[in-house]
């Protein structure tokens, strides 16, 4: 399927670039005139788009594509210059954002389908078991906090006012 932009105004398609497998799965990301996509089940593939152009630029604006540590569901995260990704297995890949060059992968632990946040310069992961993995945002791993509320979890976290709010199958948390 294919990622595109339509003019707001008239819904008129401007430009659009194919996609492999089921088409994009994932929400995009977006951040320095690039579109950061995520392509999934059959061929999963990250796919990187520059902005602009007319008619089909699948030839001429893919900046890059990176088929390791693909995100099936959770939608990717840009925090310049990098992008973030987890996997559905728990494996979380901080690629440079202009390149797709791996900075590092590691391993969470636990399913993910929730997408990853940001804030106050720390990335927020969610298993679906219910436990909060904190990392630094950098080209470092660094591990800040494992916090557990054991109850199921699907939905991204949120966040506003300087709170997390995290929905699980029976309650809403707001964590200060």
């Keep these: 399927g294919p990622t595109g932009r339509f003019d707001p105004q ?10 492999e497998g089921e088409g994009v799965t994932a929400s995009p990301a977006m ?12 061929a999963p593939t990250l796919r ?3 902005t ?7 030839a001429t604006h893919v900046a890059w594509e990176q088929r390791k540590g693909v995100p099936m569901q959770a939608s990717p995260l840009y925090v310049k210059p990098y992008l973030y990704a987890v996997t ?3 494996i979380v890949t901080c690629y440079w954002a202009a390149t797709g060059e791996i900075v590092y992968q590691e391993r969470l632990g636990g399913k993910y389908c929730a997408s990853p946040v940001y804030a106050d310069g720390r990335i927020y992961f969610l298993s679906e078991d219910g436990e909060t993995v904190v990392l630094a945002a950098g080209a470092e791993v660094k591990i800040l906090a494992r916090n557990p509320l054991n109850e199921r ?3 991204s976290l949120a966040v506003s006012g300087g709170r997390l709010f ?3 199958d029976k309650h809403v948390v707001c964590l200060r």
Excluded: E, K, P, Y
């Design 10 to 19: 008239t819904g008129a398609l401007v430009w659009n670039v194919a996609s």
């Design 31 to 42: 951040g320095d005139g690039l579109i950061f996509t995520s392509s999934g089940f059959v």
């Design 48 to 50: 990187t788009v520059r």
């Design 52 to 58: 602009g152009g007319h008619g089909d630029v699948t």
């Design 88 to 90: 559905d297995a728990g």
């Design 153 to 155: 979890c699907q939905a």
């Design 166 to 168: 995290i929905r699980t």
